[in-house]
């Protein structure tokens, strides 16, 4: 197939991360978001928590209002988070499994199992006009679940690929990319638009942008730790390299 262009959305929930562990207003989630967007990115995300460990609800409404490129809110699949979503209206909802003691979301949805759960979150966010992903695992189950529950989009997790890469198990990410890739082709011609997303740096990006029918890619926690020591707006568009690169070479 011929690759569509490839789509960065830059996640900026760990510039709050930075705010929060000290408190007041510095340094501000919109201001990155409005810099990312300068250096190139094609989108911004930011994730809603329950606890609101980074992210606050006056982050998501000041970013809403703030920013002329799309926003993903990643959110969990709870009635006070559908209230926040319709009441804000981002170009797109993402569902996350999410669990108070877990550092970063640690793996994808159980579709399967929550089948039943998830269909009237995907149901009145899409009503609302609010394009619905799923974070799933990249398996054919739940891409059939995610296709049942009508979700338009799903957004692959790369976290066990990008860790056994990380650890140096080669065997294993080679089997964890073969994942991504097979689950990639599997949910495209299924209808699906397919992202990915978690654990992805400079070398995992060009090597994910590769797969064709990967349209979107979502990249935060790497990101602003290189801004530590490059800049913001150099690793943005260092990564954006990085992503051209790997879809220059997709077949």
Avoid at 102 to 127: I, S
Avoid at 138 to 161: F, N, Q
Wanted: proline share 4%; glycine share 10%; net charge negative.
């Amino acid at each position: 197939m011929t690759a569509k262009p490839l789509r960065l959305g830059v996640n900026v929930d760990h510039v709050a991360t930075l705010r929060n562990a000290r408190g007041g207003a510095r340094p501000d989630p919109l201001r990155a978001a409005l810099q990312a967007i300068e250096a190139g990115a094609d989108g911004i995300t930011a994730h809603l928590r329950e606890d609101r460990r980074h992210i606050t609800d006056a982050d998501m409404a000041r970013l809403k209002a703030g920013i002329d490129r799309p926003l993903n809110f990643e959110m969990a699949a709870t009635g006070q988070m559908l209230d926040i979503a319709l009441a804000t209206r981002p170009h797109a909802a993402c569902l996350v499994p999410e669990k108070r003691t877990e550092r970063t979301t640690e793996g994808g949805l159980d579709v399967v199992g929550a089948h039943d759960h998830l269909l009237p979150y995907v149901d009145q966010l899409t009503r609302g006009g609010i394009r619905v992903s799923l974070f799933i695992e990249p398996s054919r189950e739940a891409i059939d679940a995610a296709v049942s529950i009508k979700s338009p989009v799903v957004e692959l997790h790369t976290g066990a690929w990008c860790h056994a890469v990380e650890t140096g198990d080669f065997v294993r990410a080679e089997r964890e990319f073969a994942r991504v890739a097979a689950a990639a082709a599997y949910g495209a011609d299924r209808g699906l638009e397919i992202h990915a997303g978690h654990g992805l740096d400079y070398d995992s990006a060009r090597r994910v942008a590769a797969l064709p029918q990967i349209v979107e890619l979502n990249i935060g926690h790497f990101l602003i730790g290189e801004a530590v020591f490059v800049g913001l707006d150099e690793a943005i568009r260092k990564m954006r390299g990085a992503m051209d690169a790997g879809r220059a070479s997709a077949p």
